[in-house]
């Protein structure tokens, strides 16, 4: 009986979204109406007006950059909400056994080798956003597994002292304060909030700008993952 | 040529998305999500999104995973 | 005055500002985490009120960030509809200073200031999914406030808390998805995300098909959010189990969200012009039809105070949305003063059941029998509510579903203004039920007659909200001459 | 139409995808179960978006030494790249409540949970 409605549903869901795709622009067209309209804008003079030559960079940091102030937002929300679901809730009823085993030799020799190339693989990727594939929001993710990489061998008393608590917080914020602040920045000087100097000898501090919204992004990124990740892991 | 290649690898996409919810054990269907993630990461690098690839790879595959396997650590590794 | 054109984005900035700082501020002092929060939603409600006062002098205004010109960057709108923001500060003000006590009560102290920053999240949500012009902005709102709308109601850490709002979750989240493949849609046959753009360019689509299903994607998952009748199942439980201030909010606001999103894609395609929108008006009408009767029936037969208000939020979300469906210039201003109505009805009546399992810590009508006598203004309060919620003459209630049912007659549907009536006297059955039960009848625990009154921060937020619903009756007529031109140009040639 | 979808082979196989996700997410009743189908629902939509932005031949879009058109249309990635954070944002949630639930009902399976209500 459920399998027979269920499958009924999901013909019924399959239908239409068939019918609706066989009548989109073609795809891979170069004329199709997204295509021709505003991103055609956003390519030809993105690189110069925007400020990086990524032109992804370009919209998600500048054009559209309210959505990602939007963004960073929703992933401090997430943080927010797992601390309010998990943090000192009442005692186990149902403890979980826990079998620890501690990381073989192997696991704890390669990643401590790793470690730092792999943050300099993140700190290059936060830096390069805006001229190569990648940015803050990569970067931070990067940063934020190769602590959760080091929580796995050190242990996690070891690991969090990587982020000194009390400066914690300020961190998790950084990402949303970055973007007010830049923001600011903005309407104090070109008059709008998020705006960005577009006149020529400014370039330097729109590029600037612009890292520094990736650096706050990776870095608040990276310490919100960290975060959820010990708080669930804590949960015994 | 790629037309095959394209195939393919959608094919493997939703063999791997069939895996994830026909195994019964949780931690290989995390494990398969990983992959189903990484072969989406490869399908967006050709399509020439490699942003959003790279976004995907370290998130799809990496972050969600991790948590996922984080959950099963903590709650039952097999379902009924 | 420099900052007259600013207000628009600094209504969003300020809170949200406001609520990444709560953990930073409030580590280890709850009380410092509340008094921030209300500091940052009151300078909030002062940028609203600039606002609105700029609405009601110049009609709608854009900003426009980054300074990009209208499809390349995103829009900030304000129009009369995004007046609901006032609404959102009012309930968001008062929900703060009534969680004060009842927070440091029902939620483990090192939760609190990750309470208040959810808190002002899901304001900050709110109000940005009101006052964005931009499609995409509109998601990404909507993810904020639904987000912590979860986390908020499982934040008491009861396990039906967390049962009901993972359900809730569970619900919401595939909603969200509906959204964003409505809204890829839409992008992939116009080629832009700002809505007046879309709007614009939909007018000269050939294959109606993808827009047709935009819409019903849209439609659907608003409707979810809105919980209309048969969506609704993830509300009753996810809105009686929160904690109080979140039940008032969800239920005032959040759920206000979905029809919100209903309005906008209505403005998008109305703004075409050449879309035939009968087929989804005829299923509104009917299903906010069904939801007003189903809503009330069920509420009859709920014990707990706060599932019965909760069952009551889905009746009265099908006034609003039979509203919409109606078309007709009547319905449609009925429709969204009850936005604001509802909001401060709802808001009354969850606030008041809070004070009341604050001090007595009972929630069944029957355990509550007698506290009439021992809580009195909490008391009067939640009658003047009921009262207002059955649409008795003086009070909020009823100018706005007399013009839902005025709608009824002027769009040439007349079952549905009886319909109307019919669900108001469930609705009555059952506020009288739980009246009754607090005034008349022999209480079943008798201690129950010495506990005192609701302390200060619970009973103002209750008072001023009950003392609004009796003031919106008498001044009824502003809302709704402030919104009337606001839909006579949504509706253009349509209807009236 | 068998011919429109053969030509529009990303839109069928995020469709496929679609469907499949949603199938875990109604008749599963492990609740992390539910949440990987959710996940790859939300794949399926990403991917959906990032193929409206596909231009055949289309290189990524960035521009610099060597770039040369046509590019891949940069919207639809922006969009996808904030959609795949408030995807791993809403996981996030979803297993902290799992973690919770079974700590404090000792099952994660829908059908069970609803029995012990």
Known sequence: ?236 | MSQVFDIVLLLLLITCAVAVIRSKDLLAAAIIFSAYSLIMCIIWQLRGAPDVAMTEAAVGAGVTTVLFLVTISRTVRREK | MVLWPHWLVAVIIIPLTGAVLTPVVGRDRPKVASLWSLGTMALTSVAATMLIIRVAQEGPFSYMLGDWARPYGIELRFDEFSASVAIICLLGLLALMFSYRYVAASIHESRIPYYYSLLLLNLTGMIGFVVTGDLFNLFVFMEILSLSGYALVAISGERTAEMAAFKYLVMGAVSSLVVLFSVGLLYAVTGSLNMADISERLAGVTDRLPVMLALAGMAMAFMVKAALFPLHIWLPDAHAIAPSPVSAILSGLVVKTGVFGLLRAYQIFYGAGNYDLTGLNTALVWLGAISIVMGAFFAIFQEDIKMMLAYSTISNIGYIVMGLGLASQYGMIGATVHIFNHALIKATLFLGAGALIHKTGYRTLTDLRGVGKSMPLTCMALSIGAISIVGIPPTAGFLCKWYIALGAFQAGQPFFGFALVFGALFIFVYYIRMVNSFYFQQPTHPEILSVGEAPLSMLAPVLVLATLCLVMGILGRLPLSFIEPAVLRMLGTFGG | MINALWNNLDYAASIVLFLIGLYAVIAKDNLIKKFMGLNIMETAIFAFIVALGVVDGGDAPIMGEGARAPFTNPIPQALILTGIVVAVSTTALALSLVIRIHKQCGTIEADELRELE
């Open chain 1, 1 to 236: 009986m459920k399998k027979a409605l269920v499958s009924a549903l999901l013909i019924l869901t399959a239908i239409p979204l068939l019918l609706a795709v066989g009548q989109l622009p073609p795809h891979g067209s170069a004329k199709s109406p997204a295509y021709e309209h505003v991103s055609a804008y956003y390519l030809e003079y993105g690189a110069e007006e925007a400020g990086a030559e990524n032109i992804v960079t370009d919209v998600i940091l500048n054009y559209r950059g309210f959505d990602t102030n939007g963004e960073v937002t929703v992933i401090f929300t997430a943080l927010a909400a797992v601390m309010g679901v998990l943090l000192l809730g009442r005692e186990s009823r149902h403890p979980v056994e826990q079998p620890t085993y501690p990381p073989s030799i192997v696991v704890r020799f390669i990643v401590r080798l790793l470690a730092p190339f792999i943050a300099m693989f993140a700190i290059y990727v936060i830096l390069n956003g805006h001229v190569s594939p990648g940015g803050g929001f990569q970067g931070g993710t990067i940063l934020g597994a190769l602590a959760i990489a080091l929580t796995l061998v050190l242990g996690e008393n070891e690991a969090r002292r990587l982020i000194p608590e009390g400066a914690r917080p300020w961190l998790q914020a950084a990402a949303p304060l970055t973007f007010v602040g830049i923001g600011l920045a903005g309407l104090t000087d070109v008059g709008v909030y998020l705006g960005f100097p577009t006149v020529e000898t400014l370039t330097w501090v729109r590029t600037m700008w612009l890292l520094m919204l990736e650096i706050g992004i990776g870095l608040g990124g990276a310490v919100i993952i960290s975060s959820i990740f010990w708080t669930m892991e804590g949960e015994r």
